[in-house]
């Protein structure tokens, strides 16, 4: 089962981010074989993080609550919520496989909460700009609840027009950056 998980960080975490670097990668290596996708939000500065998205592909929504909260900096209080659904990987790639490569061209999280009946079930047509893409889903995996995507775009605008605007409740689009340790 797939899953998305959108830790959003608490303000001024940044240090203590920081401090545990080391321990939340060291955490995350311990998926590396279930990582769809992964990587930090950051705020219009361009160093200052603003969350941790992760999707991972894990056992049952149990596995994937504990991956959720069990992570180091959930644990030290740097973040202040997090979004956790299940979802449906419509690219069936991960990001290191993403034609468009690690660096080149800007990314953004564009995360749509739907409302009603369900939008954009379908990846949009020009796939090479899409990291990953996928309808946010209840626990079940039946009800939709939104759509989740990780995009190469000029800029916000662009990257939240993937989406029907109309059909949600709210389109948030956040600078995104792929994540995971220097090689």
Known sequence: MEF??????????AA???ELREEHWSYMDRYAQEMIARGPTLAADGDTPTGSVHI??????????????DEPNYQAGVYRDVLLRRWRNMLGRTMWDFPGGPVSGNRYLVLGLGTGQAADLSAPPDEDELVAYGPLLSDDGVTWL?????????????A??????DR?????????????RAS
Not at 4 to 12: A, K
């Open 4 to 13: 998305f998980c959108y830790h959003r960080d608490r303000t001024g975490s």
């Open 16 to 18: 203590r981010r920081d």
């Open 56 to 69: 991972v592909d894990l056992a049952d929504p149990v596995a994937a609550r504990a991956f959720a909260f």
């Open 146 to 158: 939104g759509t989740a995507a990780l995009v190469r775009a000029p800029d916000p605008a662009t």
């Open 160 to 165: 939240r027009s993937i989406l029907t605007t």
């Open 168 to 180: 949600y409740a709210d389109i948030e689009v956040h600078s995104w950056y792929f994540g995971g």
